[in-house]
């Protein structure tokens, strides 16, 4: 098994930083690509970035430029650093592993952009 524990939401205003971070522990030899997701009430999960046991990245279109996604292998943390905060970033976002190919997430962590 493979836990996931988020961190650093909030309340931010529009224009605004926060970074979140997320640890995982467990079972995490075969660990491959980690990510961060959003939803926002009444709309589907989406993702938001992710990046691979490489290094490589790829990010949605609405946070391209305003989102930066890291990882430290030696702490097992992916991290997802967000400027330029909008009002429609709004979301709970919830961090995901994936094992070889199961596939883990986190509890969430409330992301809230307004003034």
């Known amino acids: 098994q493979v836990q996931l524990v988020e961190s650093g939401g909030g309340l931010v205003q529009p224009g605004g930083s926060l970074r979140l971070s997320c640890v995982a522990s467990?079972?995490?030899?075969?660990?491959?690509?980690m990510g961060w997701y959003r939803q926002a009430p009444g709309k589907e999960r989406e993702l938001v970035a992710r990046?691979?046991?490489?290094?490589?990245?790829n990010y949605a279109d609405s946070v391209k430029g305003r989102f930066t996604i890291s990882r430290d292998n030696a702490k097992n943390t992916v991290y997802l650093q967000m400027n330029g905060l909008k009002p429609e970033d709004t979301a709970v976002y919830y961090c995901n592993a994936v094992v070889w190919a199961d596939n883990y997430w986190g509890q969430g962590t409330q992301v809230t952009v307004s003034s």
């Open positions: 467990g079972r995490l030899f075969g660990i491959n690509d």
């Open positions: 990046i691979d046991s490489r290094y490589r990245t």
